[in-house]
């Protein structure tokens, strides 16, 4: 067990990742990626993120920008550009191989923003949401699988979750909306029901039977993605949630918001 021990070259407003076995730390260091061993923080790697995110105005995914392959061979980073007017342009994907850390070739995305990314099927597809389109594509070659264009298109999202299965998106919004996209047809639902402040943050259960959305309004809604109805409503103290994560076993759901205050949900 260590203590005060610091990331003194962690740069941005997104968490560090670990591997899925928890051996591996990456995070946003500047205009690269730091990969460390989680226990003793050495240094194993830096990442050059490269063109053309250090020569522009670049925004992260709200809920996470790095992923981890489940083999801890692969790392990926997904961004987008601004245009001069700070509207969204061109969205990118860089990867590096592990533990080499070689730069493998940058894959254009499309227009932003990037709402959500996530690894399926054992980290063989990788899904990637905008706020107009779900995609898929073939996580080693990035070789593009099938698209989706979500209709009708949400409005002013905030943030988003992929089921586990890759079946369905999660988007909430800025009013407080939940809506939910079958990703096969980009069909969008709007959830019943709702916050009555913006969504912070989006998760999905374990098993993907549930979604969990969380409100600056300070409730949290257990969600059926499937059928769009609310499950159950859990009210807290108000306040700006930042973020939610749930447990592996999907019994706990923990939500910190702006001040430092983290709560423990019961699920069951």
Same mark, same amino acid.
């Given at each position: 067990v260590m203590s005060d021990r610091t990331l003194s070259d962690f740069f941005g407003d997104q968490p560090a990742v670990y591997s899925r076995d928890g051996t591996l730390l990456v995070y946003r260091a500047g205009t690269t990626l730091a990969v460390r061993h989680s226990r003793t923080l050495e240094l194993d790697a830096r990442l050059p993120i490269g063109? /053309?995110?250090a020569q522009n105005l670049t925004a992260d995914v709200p809920e996470g920008s790095i992923l981890i392959s489940p083999d801890e061979r692969t790392v990926y980073y997904g961004y987008w550009l601004m245009d001069?007017?700070?509207q969204p342009a061109q969205a990118y994907l860089a990867r590096w191989s592990l533990p080499s850390g070689q730069s493998l070739p940058t894959v254009a995305l499309g227009r932003?923003?990037?709402l959500a990314l996530r690894l399926l099927d054992n980290g063989?597809?990788?899904m990637v949401?905008?706020?107009r389109e779900v995609s898929t594509y073939d996580a080693?070659?990035?070789r593009p699988l099938s698209a989706a264009a979500i209709h009708p298109v949400p409005l002013l /999202?905030?943030?988003a979750a992929i089921s586990p299965d890759g079946t369905t998106v999660a988007i909430g919004s800025q009013a407080g909306a939940v809506s939910f996209v079958a990703a096969a047809t980009g069909l969008a639902r709007r959830g019943s029901g709702g916050h009555t402040a913006a969504v912070a943050s989006v998760v999905y259960a374990p098993d993907g039977r549930t979604a969990m959305?969380?409100?600056d309004d300070g409730r949290v809604i257990v969600w059926d993605p499937l059928t769009g109805e609310e499950l159950a409503g859990l009210a807290g103290p108000p306040g700006r949630v930042q973020d939610a994560k749930d447990s592996p076993d999907g019994s706990t759901l923990y939500t910190s918001a702006v001040g430092g205050g983290v709560l423990a949900w019961d699920l069951t």
């Open positions: 063109t /053309p995110f001069a007017g700070g932003g923003p990037l063989r597809r990788l949401t905008s706020a080693r070659s990035l /999202p905030t943030s959305s969380v409100g």
